[in-house]
Each structure stands twice: as C-alpha cells, then as structure tokens.
C-alpha cells in the first residue's frame, strides 16, 4: 500500500459547470443552466474585469469574453470545409480510463460526459463496450443522452465506441453508439513489425485483410463515421503504412488516426510522418488525419501540434493527459497553446495556417478538478494550465512584477480557463457559516461552476451544516468545494457510516466500533482491533460489508490551514482476484482481462470520519458496480449485497429501534 500525507492545498472536485449563455446551453438542460457570468459582474461594481486570454489584452466584458466560443464548421464525417479548423477528439473515457485506479461509474462518465460537451469537445470517445456489460451500457447511456442533447448552435458530439479489428466487437460498439445523433465507430490493430510477429502473429498482408474486413463490416452496419487506428504507427513501416491506410480508405474509413503509441517519437519526426502520409496514401483528400499521441518521453503535447503543423486536423487528447502508462497529450494544453498561438505559428500546412478549435476553455477547470477527483488522479501543482500552482506567484521579484503587470510572469488569465481569481466571499461581503441558508450555499457553489441538481444541493447543504457547527469563522470556498466532492461519491450508496469511535495510544491497542446502515436500512455495528485506528476502522467496515478488497493507496490532505481545516482522505481499492468482489473488465489494447480499481474521497474535521468516508465511498461504487453486472447476467444475488459477503452474525449487531 502506497501512503501519502501532506497539508498543501488541495484542489477539488467541480461537479457540473454551467454554460451561462444561452445559446450554448443544450435544450435538455436548459432548466439547469446559471448565469454565472452575470452574477461575476455583478460583484464587481464600476469596474470590467480583464478575462481574455492575454494578460495584456484590454479590458472587455466578462461574458462575452469568458463564455462565447467560436461556431465550428459543420460536421461532415471525413470533411472539414474549414481547412483551418482543428477537430478535437477526447478519450478521457476510454484512454485515461485505462490508467491504474482510473475507474469511474457509470453515474461519473456520464456526469464527465456533459462536461465535455459544455467544453466543446467534437468527439467523445465514451469507452471501450466490449470490455464489460458495464462499459457498454455506460457507452450506451452517453449515446443515449449527451448524444442527443444538440446546442442552440447546432452544436452536438459525436459521440465514439472503441472496438478491436473484429466482428464481435465492432457489433457491440456500434449497439453502443448508434442511438446518438452523430455516432462513430473507432477500430485499431497493429501494424509495427514488432506487433505483428510478437502480438498477433500475423503477416503483414492478414493484417490489411483483417483491417479491410474490420472497416467493411463497420460500414455494412450503417455506420457512417469510421475512424481506423494503425497502433504503434510511430514505430511502423512507413510503406507499410502507405498499403493498409489506403486500403481502408477504399473500404470506407473515414478517419485516419495515427498514433504515437509508445511515445517515440520527436516532434519532427512526426510531424514528417503526417506529412507523408498525407502526401503518399491513396485517397487522403477524402479523409481527416488524426493523432493519438502518448507521453512516455514528456512529448505528446508537442508531437500532437507538429502533426497539426502538418496537416493534421484532429488531436486526440485527455483532460488532465491521463491514460496508459506516462498518459496522452493534455486536452488543456493542446487546446491553449491553439488558442494562444494557432493564427500565428502553424503556418505552411493546409488551409491559412490560422488554426482554431470551438472549444469553450472557461470550462476547462471545472472538468479538471471533476475528473481527478472520481479518477482519484489530482493533478501534480505544476501541471501546466491546470496545476494548483500554475497561477501562483510566490518569488517576490515576480509578485512584484504581478503587482505592477500580470502580464510580466502570466500569458493567460486564470479566468479564462474558469479559475475565478480573488473571488471569494461572493463579492458581497457573505461568509458561509452555521447560519447561512441554502440559497446563499447554493449561490455561491453557482458562482464557483457547480450546477447541481435540487437531491445534490439538499445532500451538500446537510453535510455543510454538520462542518459548520464544528467550524470557528465560516467555511472557505476550498471548504466548501470538498463537501461538493464528499457527497459526489455517496449518491446511490448502499452502505452509510451512522457512527464511530476508536480507542488509540502508545499503549494500547487500536481498536474501532463502526456502526453502519445498509440498504435494507439496518443498523449494524461491530468492534475491531488493527495496526492503528484507520486499520481498525476499515476492518470493522470490512466485517459488516463483507467486502474482499486491497487497499491500493491512502493519502491523506488538508484543505485549508489551521487545526480546525477540513481533511480530505482518498482512498483506491481493488477486490482480490478470485474473491466475491471480482470484477474483471478486457482491457483494449493487450486484450487481457484485468481487475478494476475503485477510488472514494470523504472529507471531515476529524481524519479518522473523513478516512471512513473515503473507504465506504470506494467500497460502494464498487458494489454498484458489481450489482450492476450480476443484473444484467440474471445471476441470483438473494442473501447478498451485489456480490458481498454478509458479516458473520456473532461479529455483528443490529441496533434496535
């Protein structure tokens, strides 16, 4: 088990952003959009705030600057009438998903889903349905919803199901996906010469029949929308590549992705690489070349805008870069280096050399913190755009430089990426405490970017006036954030901690008494002993649970600073190969089945009710999970809890009414 602790400052979870304007904000929830810019502008009386990208740029409204994006061409599957246009696609869900301990509930893609959309994304690749019922029928729900909720501008998703170069799953991505309004199949296989005869075992001319077949079979079902992958194309014959892209052109691909799939390459190698393709491969006027590029030499980023130099114009990318391994290219990097630098430095490529996207980056923060937190993934602080420190100065030459000019040590504003500054206290002199009502605790998680639906308001506001009795002076907006974050993992949950005391020292033996209530609404509580008082307190959650899990890694942060601050504990788990809890899901690249890993998150004034949290939290969604997939197998779960094993009786005790 991995521990970690610290008292830094920690950044957290943003739940659902609302797209202010209207005109960007999808019908379906429209009943749920905020006006959060108009409510920025009013705090800050006679004054305009400076909100473009530039630091040096003049002063200009709020809302139009943070919140307007620019229309995008229309989409056209293999077309971009707009040569200048760059398409992106995200795979946070697929890709970043594969990252140990990234796993995520249905409930979580879906909310993640609805945030990309906000941000503008063009594709979504919404996982990998073959893996698991689960997978395919959160692939599913994402078609069946984002997929259809089009934008006033006309602005809808595609929304894309990754498959292997068979028929078996290329059928089920299609079942997946093909409820949206604009779907997309996704199919890939090897084409490196070290992949062929170690991988497959296949020759070089089988690999074209089976991506030719792959393609055809793709189209046979009505798909209209094809992208075709050549993994490890980096490391490929660049003739080879020339043969099986042209091939599947001719069967009807539409999309040809190129990827950097062991992170190989230089910039200029595959910026080449593009060029080449586009020039050498038969057909490649009626098709968009793409890139996929991972991060194993800290160069994807880089190696994704080369290829966009070259004629690329689609970038695949993950927010936060997470994925296989070192991860992808950063969706916010890319997507800021295009904005800050793609009408004056990508000249001699197609079009004018003017490259732009459609996407809205004031959401690109909130996205951020939504998915570190249920992927248990949080950004290191230096991480560019995005990082706790990022727009942070603490060297007194540069605060000094800050105070005359941000533009001295700053090329972008904070608030352009939806990280509202000094914004504290709602401008209006409120400070959120024991008294506070739930308009001002739902005003302010507004203007903070957290849209939350009526049950999520009700469930913070409860937890906020448990901290707040506890809490001198009022709650900070990091304070109140973690709450967001503590109920996001115990929506749905089956089992809830209704009470806890431990007996800890030097002296003694560590020993915890858990109750708990579970969905039966039964209280139960037990007593156990453990190395110390949190391995006490989650072997007693083990015994009434019934669960059989490893505890992955335990870290433990304080939100703000003083004895009185808010610590935040998360926690991954996974079940024990073999055990009650296994839940194995095919991963898509090397085809084996893995077991998945769950993340939980709680937060409290006291670690040891907030080390609690976190485990039930993680517990639970494993569970879910669980219940989930012995649903859809039919499988007889009377007497247990999804697949839990109860609590021996002589452990533990009901609680009499």
Known sequence: MKFTASVAFATLLAASASAPVEAFTPDALRSHSVAISNSFVARQPGRRVKASLYS??????????????????????GVISDPDYVRIFDTTLRDGEQSPGATLTSEEKLEIARNLAKLGVDIIEAGFPIASPDDFQAVKNIADKVGNEMFEDGYVPVICGLSRANPKDIERAWDAVKSAIRPRIHTFIATSKIHMETKLNKTPDEVIEIAVNAVSFAKSLGCEDIEFSPEDAGRSDIDYLYRILSAVIEAGATTLNIPDTTGWNMPWEFGALINNLRENVKGADKVVFSTHCQNDLGLATANSLSGALNGARQLECTINGIGERAGNASLEEVVMALALKGDTHFSGGPGTGKLYTAINPVHISPTSKMVAEYTGMICQPHKAIVGANAFKHESGIHQDGMIKNKSTYEIMTPESIGLMRGDTESGAGIVLGKHSGRNAVGTRLRELGYDLEADKLNAVFLRFKEVAEKRKGGLED?????????????????????????????????????????????????????????????KAIDQIIGTSVVLESYSLTSVTEGIEALAVTRVNVSPIEGGPNDVPSIHSQAGLFKNRKFSGSGSDTDIITASARAYVSAVNKLLSWNARRVERNDADTEGNIGDAVPAEPPLVSEVQP
């Not at 800890?504 to 858990?514: E, K, Q």
């Open 478 to 538: 990091e304070d109140l954030e973690s709450l967001v974050l503590d109920q996001a993992g115990n929506i749905n949950s089956m089992w809830k901690v209704t009470g806890l005391q431990v007996s800890t020292g030097m002296s003694g033996i560590p020993t915890a008494t858990v109750k708990m209530r579970g969905p039966d609404m039964v209280e139960r509580y037990v007593a156990s002993t453990g190395t110390g008082p949190v391995d006490a307190v989650y």
């Open 56 to 77: 040096t740029a003049p002063d200009v409204d709020t809302k139009e600057a943070l919140f307007k994006r620019r229309p995008r061409p229309e989409y056209i599957p």
